[in-house]
């Protein structure tokens, strides 16, 4: 009996409405014709309107792949990528009601670029607080631990490490991609090829992650890989305003815990 075939994900994608470099439609393009992903995600930071304003291009161009609408939450701990929503969840939350929030309205979610120092993650503490109430009905339902990007080195061994003695999460791969040479170069391996397909896997926890290489930077573009640090510095504070994203950073440290 042959195995049943495995489709393919990448559920972390930024456009240049947030702090990508490229448009929706040069997204849906890229992925129709330069990849064999089944499922992707744009996850634009705390901004659902851009996975909705895609789902209408995507309906529109009749694509042979499957969208989910998605957003990166910042949480007042770090983001969180939460997907399959049909509202949007508040930001600078704690993380514990982020998640519940994302749950009680049949969303998934899962860790992305965990213990990075470079943006803002969440950590081995914030990790050990939910992975230990799901008795309480709070989980991840998977961590991001497949990415070639080179910035991930700084964390992945620490993370992997992490998740194999304490947290045993699904494993997600994703791109992290804010340029579409990127797309695709981490992803969600699961049973099937459909949105619907993926949502099953995540809910039996049927899901794995895996990376090919990522893209050099002859390949992106000098500029456009310049642009990607450029605007990700401003992209919550532009949405969320730099009082409230300035206040919540600092909070971090503060002994409220």
């Not at 309906?59 to 957003?71: E, K």
């Not at 397909?197 to 893209?215: I, N």
């Amino acid at each position: 009996m042959s195995a049943a075939p495995m489709g393919k994900a990448d559920l972390h994608i930024h456009t240049r409405a947030g702090d990508g470099v490229d448009s929706v439609q040069a997204i849906l393009d890229h992925v129709e014709h330069g990849t064999d992903l089944d499922v992707i995600a744009i996850t634009e930071h705390d901004n659902l309107d851009v996975a909705f304003e895609t789902r209408e291009a995507w309906a529109r161009g009749r694509y042979r792949f499957d969208l989910v609408t998605g957003c990166e939450i910042t949480t007042l701990e770090g983001h969180l990528v939460a997907l399959y929503l049909e509202e949007p969840v508040p930001s600078l939350m704690r993380i514990e009601d982020t998640v519940d929030a994302v749950h009680r309205q049949g969303g998934v979610c899962f860790v992305p670029h965990p213990m990075s120092w470079l943006t803002r993650s969440l950590g081995p503490k914030a990790l050990g607080r939910i992975t230990s109430r799901r008795q309480d009905g709070l989980w991840f339902d998977g961590i991001e631990l497949a990415n070639p990007a080179p910035t991930a080195s700084f964390y992945m061994s620490k993370a992997r490490r992490l998740n194999d003695e304490l947290y045993g999460l699904p494993v997600v791969g994703a791109s992290d991609a804010h340029f579409v040479q990127a797309i695709g170069s981490g992803y969600t391996a699961f049973e099937g090829s459909s949105a619907l397909d993926l949502r099953h896997a995540f809910a039996s926890g049927a899901v794995s992650g895996y990376q090919t290489r990522f893209p050099s930077l002859r390949e992106i573009g000098f500029g456009r890989a310049l642009a990607v640090p450029i605007a990700g510095l401003g992209a919550t504070p532009r949405r969320l305003g730099w009082k409230r994203t300035t206040w919540s950073f600092v909070s971090r440290y503060l002994p409220c815990e």
